[in-house]
């Protein structure tokens, strides 16, 4: 279970016990009588400075027991892998200068008074000097939603903090911590997946009524490289299956799908015909940041608006998009996007990111960072002429609905944007065994279908730890 605890105010989550409990294991053949064998479910691209028609993808999986020299079967292991624990190792706040944080909330409540803001420049003789200029229309609305959703968020998450150290489950910094805490980082060399997006555009394209899915089979298949990038990649297995693309490793849980595209290539979702219970999107919203550092590309609202959630919703879909923290965004989704998409709004949640001693990890009051993000929650309305009384069935009766502003308190990844597992919070408000879609995902789980141009991100093995392997 994610849930540590559920009170009236929210959940207290940990997501690297819900990453954890996903079956995780790897059937593989023993090398010394297999070295000839793929050991897992591969992926391969021949040529990686081009995309020619000619160019294969091999997949394999290798399943069966193939038989040894001396007429034999290869044994088979199991290996197991568990993400790696430093990527939520958050001991400390990112800002940990207690007087700092005195100091900007301070100067933050006389600004308010004064309708002011300091900035700081440089003088000519090279000493720093504050100017005070006026605050901005996104600013003052950002304060202004800040002060209705603060003592919330300060009153519930309290709650909420108090009961994870008295479990166990946070607990004070300790001074070994404190000396130690040092920031995680891994060095490897990772496909460019949001690049490959954009080179497979210039595939040969597939007849579409071939742009089905491609099952991640137990016995030996080839692909071209069309079938991955036009089709939704399935694992059924009750194993993980590992595939190699463009060199680099990625682990595909079972009982998960994806769809590795960017936004104009999303048909393979829509013919198959399949819509869904719940979808949660994450949109890569446009902001200065990323701007400045290219971290990703971005879209405009316009394009977030032609995603067809009416194609891909079921009826009564519960629809969740993750909004920043700028007003402009969450006015967009509330007064154009969900409107747009025939979308009721019933409630707006928040997730607070926090250190494993419980302390925010940003001030509360932080001008420039908040230590929340929002979720904006609503549901599909029908355009049906059908009595109620036929609308209205047993699945849907028995969920209970949806209240408003619920904190998620968790420790937050290290890896930047990767959000916690909303299915166990979700599962009293949809209808149980329901399809549920992420859009704009970075990593996959069982029973979800995950769509997005860096999908598979966050399932690069060097994300996971192998344990010991057993026969």
């Avoid at 088979?76 to 430093?86: A, D, G, L, N, V």
């Avoid at 008074?113 to 100017?131: A, D, F, P, Q």
């Avoid at 080839?222 to 693309?245: G, W």
Wanted: charged residues 25%.
């Amino acid at each position: 279970m994610s849930v540590v605890h559920q009170l009236s105010p929210g959940w207290l989550l940990d997501h690297l016990s819900f990453i954890n409990k996903i079956n995780y294991q790897v059937q593989q053949h023993h090398e010394s009588c297999c070295s000839k064998n793929e050991p897992t479910a591969s992926v391969h691209l021949d040529s990686v400075s081009s995309f020619g028609s000619s160019t294969k993808f091999i997949t394999s999986d290798s399943t069966t027991k193939p038989k040894n020299d001396g007429g034999g079967n290869c044994e088979m292991f199991i290996q197991k892998y568990i993400f790696r624990s430093e990527l939520f190792d958050i001991t400390k706040p990112y800002i940990t200068s207690a007087i700092h944080k005195e100091c900007q909330q301070n100067n933050e409540k006389e600004d308010l008074m004064n309708g002011v803001k300091n900035e700081i420049s440089i003088s000519t003789l090279g000493k720093k000097r504050k100017r005070c200029v006026g605050f901005n229309q996104g600013e003052l609305d950002a304060m202004e939603y800040h002060e209705k959703i603060r003592g919330l968020i300060l009153d519930g998450s309290s709650q909420i903090i108090q009961e994870g150290l008295k479990s166990g489950f946070l607990h004070p910094l300790s001074e070994k911590q404190d000396k130690c805490n040092e920031p995680i980082t891994l060095s490897f060399d990772t496909c460019n997946l949001s690049e490959l997006c954009e080179m497979a555009k210039h595939l040969p394209s597939l007849n579409e009524m071939e742009l089905l899915t491609l099952q991640l089979m137990e016995n030996d298949m080839s692909v071209t490289e069309q079938d991955l990038f036009s089709r939704i990649v399935e694992n059924n297995s009750r194993f993980t299956k590992m595939i190699t693309l463009m060199g680099q490793k990625y682990l595909v849980p079972p009982k998960s799908s994806f769809l590795l595209s960017d936004i104009s290539c999303m048909h393979p979702l829509l013919n198959c015909r399949k819509t869904y219970d719940v979808i949660v999107i994450d949109p890569p919203w446009q902001n200065k940041s990323v701007k400045r550092s290219n971290r990703y590309s971005y879209l405009s609202p316009l394009q977030i608006k032609q995603i067809p959630i009416p194609k891909l919703a079921a009826p009564n879909c519960l629809v969740i998009t993750w909004v920043t923290n700028r007003q402009k965004h969450l006015r967009f989704v509330k007064e154009e996007l969900y409107p747009s998409w025939s979308v009721e709004i019933i409630a707006e949640w928040h997730w607070l990111k926090i250190t494993n001693s419980g302390e925010f990890v940003f001030p509360l009051d932080s001008p420039h960072k908040k230590p929340y993000e929002g979720l904006i929650l609503g549901r599909v309305q029908e355009k049906t002429t059908l009595p109620l009384r036929l609308i209205l069935n047993s699945d849907i009766m028995n969920m209970l609905p949806i209240p408003d502003h619920k904190l998620i308190v968790s420790v937050p990844c290290t890896l930047h944007s990767h959000k916690p597992p909303l299915a166990e919070v979700l599962k009293d408000y949809i209808k149980p065994d329901g399809d549920c879609l992420e859009l704009f995902a970075r990593n996959l789980q069982p029973g979800w279908t995950s769509w997005g141009n860096e999908v598979l991100k966050f399932q690069h093995v060097d994300y996971f730890i192998p344990l010991e392997s057993r026969s």
